[in-house]
């Protein structure tokens, strides 16, 4: 398919002018227009480039550059986690006014069918998506995009139920395998769960037959080695979600393995807290096989987990191995037949629901951060863990344990949780910083 692109300014009230990018696909008929809303850098090779997959896909891409109004943002640009974190700070009244200009421009072109057009946030862009949908009626709401929804597909899909965020894998017909917008959509899936109050426990599996097969070859790697800055970008990406975000999440993890899990994939396995597989998943560290070793994380993280033996074993004969197996080294914490996968999951999920939160967040935290210190220094951390447990748990579940064991004789600790966690839904709320019904 070919494509035309062109850099078009349209003018705001305020005089300023905003630039789009604009590919759209040749052909007549009236087309679905898509805005593809980038990093705030302005217009670059790496803004380009994606505009025009979208055009390939056969879209009017039109990707806004919102960077010629960053002087009138409260966080500076550079101050890229920050502004993130900040939520909403950052996108004010003036971006919403510039997407619908941008809207207004696309529905007024001859060759977009009006009643079609959407928004997508590729890569950081998905915050303002998301405050789009809320704030621009311009965007016809069966064509939203959220997190990377494209032509083919989502990359990633999230479901609630219950106090389970499930974060699916949806590569199917690739096996799952990790192309670079489903590294930007995992990051931004687990950074909008950190903070969602109906979140108390994430799951992760695969849509199909697969969990993960590790990357996808060819995005990944042969099409990432003609474009290093944007390789950069999309290997800070798949680092900070698949191990620094998912190892540090503050909620329980539960990776849900239900099938194909290779190379890449190991590392956020190991991150997750649990892990639980279906007897029949295949396991494998095959990248002895086409000439590399395990890299990126894999290596380092497979020694939390796997015995020196069993390890080398693995990485240096690519030998697959199945769930049984994997449960057996203890690469996951138990296997079970495949019909039962779901089942169990929700199980253990419900059973951590029942305890504290904080306490559960404290635990993680300090169990995780203990193998790396000596005696003296883990002493001092978990007493500090403690007293920050106390701090922090409104409920005051460590003075009512406390209390109803030792003097009103009701609660047996080494039974079952304290009462005071079940009585009410438990959400932890990192926002406000309390756990609320």
Not at 10 to 25: F, Q, R, T
Not at 97 to 118: F, Q
Not at 152 to 160: A, H, I, N, S
Not at 251 to 263: D, L, S
Request: proline share 5%; aromatic share 10%; net charge negative.
């Amino acid at each position: 398919m070919s494509i035309n692109t062109a850099t078009v300014d349209i003018a705001a009230e305020d005089g300023k002018s905003m630039g789009l990018y604009v590919a759209a696909p040749d052909g007549d008929g009236k087309k679905p227009a898509l805005l593809v809303i980038m990093e705030i850098f302005g217009v670059n090779a790496h803004m380009k480039d994606v505009t025009e997959r979208f055009a390939n896909e056969g879209y009017v891409a039109i990707s806004p550059d919102l960077y010629y109004r960053l002087d009138e943002r409260i966080i500076p640009n550079t101050d890229r986690d920050g502004a993130f974190a900040a939520r909403g700070t950052l996108y004010d009244t003036k971006v919403v006014e510039d997407l619908n200009r941008a809207i207004a421009y696309a529905k007024g072109r001859a060759d977009v069918d009006p009643d079609r057009v959407g928004i997508i946030g590729y890569c950081f862009g998905g915050r303002v998506s998301w405050m789009a949908a809320c704030n621009c009626p311009g965007l016809a709401a069966s064509s939203l995009y959220y997190g990377g929804q494209i032509a083919g597909g989502q990359r990633v899909l999230v479901e609630k139920e219950d106090g389970i965020t499930w974060v699916i894998f949806n590569r199917p017909e690739k096996r799952n395998a990790m192309s670079p917008q489903l590294h930007f959509d995992m990051y931004d899936a687990v950074t909008e769960a950190e903070g969602d109050p109906e979140t108390q426990v994430m799951v992760i599996t695969g849509a199909g037959s697969s969990w993960c097969a590790g990357m996808d070859l060819k995005e990944f790697f042969r099409e990432g080695d003609q474009n290093p800055e944007f390789q950069r970008k999309v290997g800070w990406a798949s680092q900070e979600w698949r191990w620094r975000k998912l190892f540090t999440f503050p909620k329980p993890t539960i990776a849900m393995v239900n099938g194909f899990c290779f190379g890449g994939a190991f590392t956020p396995l190991v991150a997750c807290d649990f892990a639980i597989a279906s007897e029949d998943a295949l396991f494998g560290l095959s990248e002895v096989n086409w000439g590399i070793l395990p890299g990126g994380l894999v290596s380092r993280v497979v020694t939390d987990v796997m015995t020196l033996r069993d390890g080398l074993y693995h990485a240096m004969t690519g030998d697959p191995f199945d769930g049984k197996k994997a449960a057996e080294m203890r690469l996951v914490n138990y296997a079970v037949p495949g019909d039962q996968l779901r089942a169990e999951t929700v199980k253990l999920a419900k059973k951590l629901m029942e305890k504290n939160p904080w306490a559960l967040r404290a635990t993680k935290q300090a169990y995780k951060l203990v193998r790396n210190m000596d005696y003296s220094q883990a002493e001092d951390y978990l007493a500090a863990k403690a007293a920050q447990i106390k701090l922090q748990d409104r409920e005051g579940g460590y003075d009512q344990g406390i209390k109803q064991f030792i003097d009103d004789k009701t609660y047996k600790p080494g039974l079952v949780p304290w009462p005071g966690s079940t009585r009410i839904p438990r959400r932890l709320c990192l926002d406000s910083g309390n756990p609320t019904a």
